[in-house]
């Protein structure tokens, strides 16, 4: 059975990962290692993890204009999260992936998720986003239905 949640797209493409999510705010400024890709504010919850591959969701960026250098230098050294999803995105986050499309020319989709739906991504599900559908696909096993 296969699950889809509907979203606006933001920066467009397409990924597959693993979800990462947190309920709190990131900054790629000075909460993104770019040399080793892990969160490094000691006060989030994702403390010590990487967004290296992962979709990572959040509900909203916060900071700097310079986190977007950050997710360039994490693209540049292969650490970048593959898509990031939000509730809410504000311009600054999504400068990063438009820039890296630039540069790089590769491809870190953004798509933003109502509240409702953004609470259905769980850390650890198998997703696809596909932010020119403006849909995030994942499928759903017998466990996850009890």
């Given at each position: 059975m296969e699950k889809i949640l509907k979203g606006s797209p933001v920066v467009s493409g397409r990924a597959f990962g693993v979800v990462l999510k947190s309920d709190l705010s990131i900054s790629f400024w000075g909460g993104v290692d770019?040399?080793?890709?892990?969160?490094?504010?000691?006060?989030?919850?994702?403390?010590?993890?990487?967004?290296?591959?992962?979709?990572?969701?959040?509900?909203?960026?916060?900071?700097?204009?310079?986190?977007?250098l950050i997710l360039l230098e994490l693209t540049r050294v292969e650490l970048a999260p593959a898509a990031i999803v939000t509730i809410h995105c504000e311009p600054i986050l999504a400068t990063g992936p438009i820039v890296i499309k630039h540069f790089y020319g590769q491809q870190i989709p953004v798509?933003?998720?109502?509240?409702?739906?953004?609470?259905?991504?769980?850390?650890?599900?198998?997703?696809?986003?596909?932010?020119?559908?403006?849909?995030?696909?994942?499928?759903?096993?017998?466990?996850?239905?009890?």
């Open positions: 770019p040399r080793t890709g892990c969160i490094v504010d000691p006060r989030h919850d994702l403390f010590g993890r990487s967004v290296a591959g992962r979709v990572l969701a959040f509900p909203v960026g916060k900071g700097s204009s310079t986190g977007s798509m933003t998720l109502s509240a409702q739906d953004f609470e259905r991504l769980e850390t650890g599900q198998r997703v696809i986003v596909d932010a020119v559908a403006g849909e995030i696909r994942f499928k759903i096993d017998k466990k996850s239905l009890s």
